[in-house]
């Protein structure tokens, strides 16, 4: 019989994340929607240390369970991971939520993943969005199995909301600015070689293009990283530079996955480690250049990344799904073989693919006298050729294939009539469009990549 | 041997899985797809939604029948398709965001108004693929449960990263809809109270009287049930009156508020208007009315029923300044109630708004849709390119079409501004005529915003904005006017139809000034319609922004077939719609239909034969709305009187025109001088003789029409878009294209002869996307041309269509054509002929391959686009390498400049001698933009220079 009180309310629980620097995350919130009680707020993550702004858990409690509000009429398919974005004026907070169901004490609930922000950060947020969210969509993707299977998904959501932490925290300080004076990069140098060697620096715009804007620079010297950093983000729209993070002087941030570019320092023995996974859930191919050996690596186009990217997933997923207890697999560990997939830990390959594009624009910028704006412009106007011939890329595909209706057969008919024949110059013009344009790689070149990997596999069963 | 069709064959994982499926085996809803939809299709990421454009819904929380949609924009049934409106209102007004509170709060002995700041909000539903941006926000209603109606506006697309990636500037331009909203919503609140606050006072009097006669009625000190009640319900309208006077406090308190919305947009004028407005009324009701007055008025009232409340009419109109809804209102006598149970017929969005403001919220939603609209990924790069050529300014004149607008749109995102202002004052900033032949110095100043170093011309610009182009033409002396101002002065004469232009323009001017007039009308129905002046904006720009692949339904068919030249007699309407649509498209305000549904009989045909009075059509300027209207209402000019005048002054800019060209204008005798030109020895350049033939040239090419492809205005992207259909079909049917295009791009005059007119027009407009600086309105290019050109002409113009006639003036012609062969390029459309010297360079190999695969006239202006920036970027290269233009040692002369000029062509740059010849010219064209940027550019030729290169005739 019911005693007329009402249920006990679980105890929230907090975790305090201390996060060196500013952190400009409010507090992070895992909450679901309790079949009796409603919205509830499982768990709570703030930053340890000086905040600026503060908000009480009362106040944290009260915004996860507005994001809440509303859900109880979803109709999304299950393992939906849908995105809400609040900017509350009235409370001066961003909040972003993700939206999913998973299991809780044997019910299907919906929950909510969120973070929150100052509403003063809208600004600073906005270009990282796309990153955080791939990475919480992930992150819960794991959980939703671990809820699954009643295990405690705090744990694998800490994983990820304490590294977007430090994420934004290092941001703060040392994003990219939205506008670089050409003086602070390479191309300022009075001569070609001056800063560094013609053809290393060749090669790095180039890999750096062909790999949609996303490279990571190397080194011991943290001026000669940031100068390449900066020289690299020339290149990029000042949105992407906001997604763009310079090296630590005295120690190296942790590669982030999504960032475009980041600059890392090396450790006193002169090496850096790589993660592998991470560099291998970012959204494009990576160029890594080192800036202390002048070499250049890239990773395999976009359609191959990708694939590579979602079988690693799917490996990573399973591994947890066939997981017999919490501790058998820690969240982020390297998934190295599984039955149908070895992951190819050799993902770095020299860049093979010249190009005229880069070539010429590098030869002849430096004919210009620095200092007078000359060859600001002339950067410019590199740059909007390139973004109009990826424009025109696409608009031929589109009209070939009607707008994807039809596959596409005539890469050797694009390649002459737009100019692109030369292998480098189309891998550039074929990742802008990428940008402009996701899943454009894997349309034109997926299916006979598909094909060869699939026989490649069934070759190597044999 | 084992092929990959047998392989494949083993490949398919699913088969074998299906029959026997495994326990450990991940499911798929706790997996990633391996081959998403994406993958296959990279533009169906959209396709399961729906509905099949974006639009704005907005929805109301209403406390009668829970969330409802109330409309969309653009309000056409078919945009939202079968999707479900209300149950998309019920998600997104689902929760209160607000968090407002209702009534009374604690301690407080009045009703209080929450002032809330708006939300806004991401949110989607993966199931229906609808993503929507939500605005919420809280309206004002004295019959509404705690005053207050939650109100939401949301842009709803299929593209959740569209949404997420404009996320600020849909912030932005719905934060400033939602402020006009509030603000007009908070003048009808104001002045409902203010009614409300008459009906109080007008019961309260009444009640007064009654309980006065109730009083004498009865014994002294002895007062009857019926006198307390009368009493009571006077102390209960007596209560209602304090609590509506401070709810009029609270709502006059709105604008001094602290905000606490870093986002909120708010205009200053609208703020200070409103706070002047709610003190008057919050001084007129500090005090209870004298109770004489309205019993007196109630006694008129009740004796003449029906009749018009003179008094009361006067003071309300005294009061209700702006306000439309009644000429005047009567007090009527009400039931003292708490103010909140009040009749619940709910306002509608309309009646909640004060009018003016609600029609440029909509307004502005309208905007909002339209500039949202389309594909992200060309409105992406549509910002980019903009942002990228702003970098450029010193080589965009070239090939790229005016940057104005972009420059507009993106201030004014950024500004704050006001709906309701800004549509008033900026749109004669903002939105020129769509039909103007300005005087070039405006043109130039606008061209060139980089010199704030010429105050001269900023001055000059200043005055001739004051005067009015008509005066500033007539005030101007012959010898202060350019070849430029006589252009475009010659293009206003013989213009019959001025005065309906003007008219029109009176008639924007009226209607805006009716949407500003404050004083109420006395009869609506003589009220200008807001609408009308707001509906030709739409359909002006109805189509503005749809993106290129919108454009492609409009030119598909036409691409696939083989294409012809010979479209016959209704090319030339065609054409003539194109540009109407053109302009309406351009989005322009202050276009007005008129003048696109008039252009017909604005273009006059006249007879071409005879070159004195015209050549084709004339199209009249109308005045630009930056200028004032000044004196052209009071000194209507005949049109014939500027022909007269007008005319002889064709003759005189045309020796410092000459002088243009020339880097080194400290000359002792600039007219003559000689720029650097292109090397080689073979070319000469325009001398004293060709002066001469000048004079004959102005004097009888005297009649010219404006720009083919702006017919005046301002040639927009969309217009090139049209024209890069065009120039692919030329390409795809003339084998010899490329000879024609290189001698547009090396600045040698190209002819296009034929004996129909539209054929002619149609090929120039294609043509002319390959002239190099054709100027802002077209300058360069000369669509049809009836007489005989000169070698002035070849000056002026580097792209001409010529008619052919067979009669006196046709020989004449001929004559023209033949003497000047040598120098010009001959376009025959009839013969199907081209007369120019060989062509043997790479450079233009890729854009005029007849063979080309490329499908649709848009991707072929993008492919023109970028090899045309790339030209412009070698160019600005070969400007600006210091090296190539200084002595490198003091000894160095002109023939070592000259060979180290030719090495880098050759030799760095790897061109030909005609490819060489395409980037020195433009090369010529970016020095001359650089040193003389008020005067040069646009519309004059650096210098004259012609070849002696052998022409060949090439035949298809």
């Known amino acids: 019989m019911s005693s007329g009180c009402p249920p006990q309310s679980p105890a ?58 509303g859900e109880i009429l979803r109709s999304a398919e299950c393992g939906a991971v849908d995105v809400k974005f609040f900017v509350l004026a009235e409370k001066g907070v961003i909040i972003v939520s993700l939206i999913f169901d998973g299991e809780l004490k044997g019910d299907k609930n919906t929950c909510a993943l969120s973070i929150i922000l100052p509403q003063t950060e809208l600004a600073f947020y906005l270009p990282l ?147 592998f996974r991470q560099v291998l859930y970012s959204p494009y191919p990576t160029t890594h250049i080192d800036v202390d050996i002048n070499t250049v690596k890239q990773m395999p186009p976009c359609h191959e990344h990708t694939y590579n990217q979602r079988r690693y997933m799917r490996s990573e997923l399973s591994a947890l799904w066939r997981a017999d207890s919490e501790e058998d697999i820690a969240p982020d560990t390297v998934i190295h073989t599984d039955e149908t997939f070895t992951p190819d830990l050799n993902i770095f390959q020299d860049v093979t693919h010249k190009d005229t594009l880069v070539k010429s624009f590098i030869d002849e910028v430096f004919m210009l006298k620095p200092g007078l704006s000359l060859r600001s412009t002339y950067l410019a ?81 044999f | ?99 407002s509170f209702v009534g009374h709060p604690p301690g407080s002995g009045y009703p209080r108004l929450s002032f809330v700041e708006d939300s806004r909000v991401v949110l989607g539903d993966s199931k229906e693929g609808a993503f929507a941006y939500v605005h919420h926000l809280t309206l004002y209603d004295l019959e509404a449960r705690g005053f207050v109606r939650p109100f939401c506006m949301a842009y709803v697309s299929a593209d959740e990263r569209k949404i997420m990636l404009q996320f600020q500037e849909l912030s932005l331009r719905f934060s400033q809809a939602s402020e006009c909203l509030k603000t007009g919503n908070r003048r009808a609140f104001a002045k409902e109270l203010q009614r409300k606050l008459r009906d109080l006072e007008y019961t309260r009097s009444v009640l007064q009287k009654e309980e006065g006669l109730q009083r004498e009625a009865g014994p002294q000190g002895i007062y009857s049930a019926h006198a307390v009640e009368k009493a009571n319900e006077l102390a209960n309208v007596e209560k209602s009156i304090f609590e509506h006077r401070d709810l009029l406090r609270q709502i006059s308190s709105y604008p001094r508020r602290p905000r606490r919305d870093p986002h909120a947009v708010t205009c200053p004028k609208c703020m200070t208007e409103c706070l002047s407005e709610y003190e008057e009324l919050l001084d007129k009701y500090a005090t209870f009315a004298s109770p004489l007055n309205y019993t007196e008025k109630g006694e008129r009232r009740e004796e003449g029923e029906g009749q018009t409340c003179e008094e009361g009419g006067e003071e309300e109109d005294d009061d209700e300044e702006g306000v439309k809804r009644r000429p005047s209102y009567i007090p009527q006598l009400i039931k003292a ?191 200008p319609d807001p609408e009308h002046n707001t509906d030709l904006e739409r359909e002006s720009s109805s189509e503005e922004v749809e993106t290129t692949a919108g454009e492609d339904e409009a030119d598909t068919g036409g691409d696939q077939t083989p294409v012809s030249l010979l479209e016959g007699a209704s090319e030339l309407e065609d054409g003539k719609q194109e540009e109407c649509e053109g302009q309406r498209e351009s989005g322009r305000e202050g276009v007005t239909e008129e003048v696109c549904e008039t252009e017909p009989e604005l273009l006059v045909q006249i007879d071409t034969a005879c070159c004195m009075a015209q050549d084709g059509f004339l199209y009249e300027a109308s005045v630009p709305d930056s200028v004032p209207d ?89 217009q090139r878009k049209k024209a890069g259909q065009g120039a692919l079909r030329f390409v795809r049917q003339y084998p010899f294209a490329l000879q024609a295009l290189w001698c547009l791009l090396s600045g040698r005059t190209l002819v296009v002869l034929g004996a129909d007119e539209g054929r002619v027009r149609r090929l120039v407009a294609a043509l002319a996307l390959f002239v190099p600086g054709p100027g802002r309105c077209g300058e360069r290019v000369q669509a049809w041309l009836s007489c005989p050109f000169t070698l002035t002409d070849l000056q002026r113009w580097k792209l001409i269509g010529l008619q052919r006639v067979a009669s006196p003036v046709g020989s004449s012609m001929l004559y023209s054509l033949s003497r000047y062969s040598r120098y010009i390029a001959i376009l025959d459309t009839d013969q199907k002929t081209l ?34 920036s790339s030209l412009a970027a070698k160019a600005f290269l070969f400007t600006f390498t210091h090296h190539l233009h200084m002595p490198v040692t003091s000894t160095e002369g002109p023939e070592g400049l000259e060979a180290r000029r030719r090495s880098f062509l050759q030799e760095q740059l790897g061109l030909r001698e005609e490819d060489s010849q395409i980037l020195l010219y433009l090369s010529q064209l970016i020095t001359q933009q650089y040193l003389q940027p008020a005067t040069g550019g646009s519309a004059a030729a650096p210098c004259f220079s012609f070849n002696y290169t052998t022409s060949f005739l090439y035949k298809i």
Not at chain 1, 435 to 440: D, E, M, N, T
Not at chain 2, 638 to 654: D, F, G, I, K, T
Not at chain 2, 706 to 717: E, N, R
Request: proline share 7%.
């Open chain 1, 12 to 69: 929230v629980a907090k975790s305090e994340v201390p996060i060196e620097g500013e952190c400009p995350l409010l507090a992070a919130t895992f909450a679901y929607w309790d079949n009796i009680l409603g919205p509830r707020v499982r768990h709570i993550w703030a930053p340890k240390g000086d905040q600026a702004l503060f908000l009480s858990d009362g106040e944290i409690t009260f915004l996860a369970n507005h994001t809440l509000n």
């Open chain 1, 129 to 275: 969005h796309t990153i955080c969210v791939e990475r919480l969509k992930h992150v819960i993707r794991k959980g939703r199995i671990w809820m699954q299977k009643g295990y405690n998904i705090i744990s694998v959501l800490s994983s990820e909301i304490i590294p977007i932490m430090e994420l934004l925290s290092s941001m703060k300080t040392h994003s990219v600015p939205e506008e670089i004076d050409i003086k602070d990069t390479v191309l300022n140098d009075d001569d070609i070689g001056d800063s560094c060697h013609e053809d290393f620096l060749h090669k790095a715009i180039s890999s750096h293009l062909q790999t949609c804007g996303c490279s990571m620079v190397v080194g011991s010297n943290p001026d000669k990283v940031n100068k390449i950093v900066r020289t690299l983000c020339l290149f990029l729209t000042t949105a992407e530079r906001r997604c763009s993070r310079l090296c630590k002087a005295d120690s190296s941030f942790k590669y982030d996955t999504g960032l475009f570019v980041q600059g890392l320092l090396k450790d006193s023995m002169g090496s850096f480690v790589l993660p």
């Open chain 1, 381 to 461: 106007q590199f740059l909007l050729l390139l973004h109009r011939k990826a424009l025109t890329l696409l608009k031929y595909i589109e009209d070939e294939t009607q707008k994807g209706k039809k596959p596409f057969r005539s890469l050797r008919n694009l390649k002459t009539d737009l100019d692109l024949t030369v292998e480098g110059d189309l891998n550039i013009v074929m990742a802008l469009a990428e940008k402009l344009r996701a899943g454009l790689h894997s349309f034109v070149f997926g299916k006979p990549f598909y094909t060869s990997v699939q026989e490649r596999d069934v070759l190597m069963s």
């Open chain 2, 1 to 99: 041997m084992i092929g990959s069709p047998d392989l494949v064959a083993f490949t398919k994982e699913d088969e074998y899985g299906e029959a026997s499926p495994d326990p450990w085996a991940l499911p798929e809803e706790f997996s990633v797809p391996l081959y998403p939809l994406a993958d296959s299709n990279p533009w169906a990421k959209t396709s399961y939604a729906k509905f099949t454009k974006d639009f704005i819904l907005i929805s109301e929380f209403s406390e009668q029948v829970g969330p409802q949609p109330l409309l969309t924009i653009p309000d056409d049934p078919k945009v939202c398709g079968t999707f479900d409106l209300n149950y998309f209102s019920l998600r997104i007004m689902s929760v209160d965001y607000q968090a």
């Open chain 2, 337 to 527: 109630k708490s103010a909140k149970c009040f009749d619940k017929r709910l306002k509608t969005l309309q009646e909640l708004c004060d009018e003016t403001y609600y029609t440029a919220t909509v307004e502005l939603l309208k905007e909002t849709e339209r500039s949202f609209r389309g594909d992200l990924c060309y409105l992406h790069t549509r910002r980019l390119d903009g942002a990228l050529r702003r970098k450029q300014k010193v080589t965009n004149f070239l090939f790229e079409e005016d940057l104005g607008e972009d420059d507009e749109e993106d201030g004014g995102t950024l500004r704050p501004f006001c709906a309701v202002n800004h549509a008033v004052d900026n749109s004669t900033l903002t939105h020129p005529p769509p039909i103007v032949l300005c005087p070039e110095p405006l043109e130039l100043d606008a061209l060139e915003p980089l010199d704030p170093l010429e105050p001269v011309s900023e001055t000059s610009h200043t005055l001739e904005s004051e005067l009015g182009p008509g005066e500033s033409q007539l005030e101007s002396s012959p010898s202060d006017q350019t070849l430029e101002t006589q252009e475009s002065s010659e293009a206003t004469k013989g213009s019959f139809s001025s005065e309906k232009s003007m008219e029109g323009h009176a008639d924007g001017e009226q209607s805006l000034a009716s949407m500003r007039s404050e004083p109420p009308d006395p009869d609506p129905d003589l009220t």
């Open chain 2, 630 to 718: 000044v004196g052209h209402s009071s000194h209507p000019q005949p049109p014939h009187s500027l022909v007269v005048n007008q005319e002889p002054q064709a003759l005189l800019p045309l020796q410092g025109d000459y002088a243009v060209g020339s880097p080194h204008s400290e000359s002792p005798t600039p007219g003559l001088e000689l720029p650097v030109g292109p090397p080689g020895d073979t070319v000469s350049r325009c001398s004293a003789e060709d002066g001469s033939d000048c004079t004959m040239s102005a004097s009888t090419g005297s009649d010219r029409a404006a720009s083919p492809l702006g017919y005046g205005g301002v040639v927009t992207l969309r």
């Open chain 2, 835 to 868: 007369r120019c010297p060989p062509y043997r360079g790479q450079l233009l190999a890729n854009i005029a391959d007849h063979r080309t695969y490329i499908r649709r006239g848009s991707t072929y202006f993008l492919h023109v686009q970028s090899t045309l």
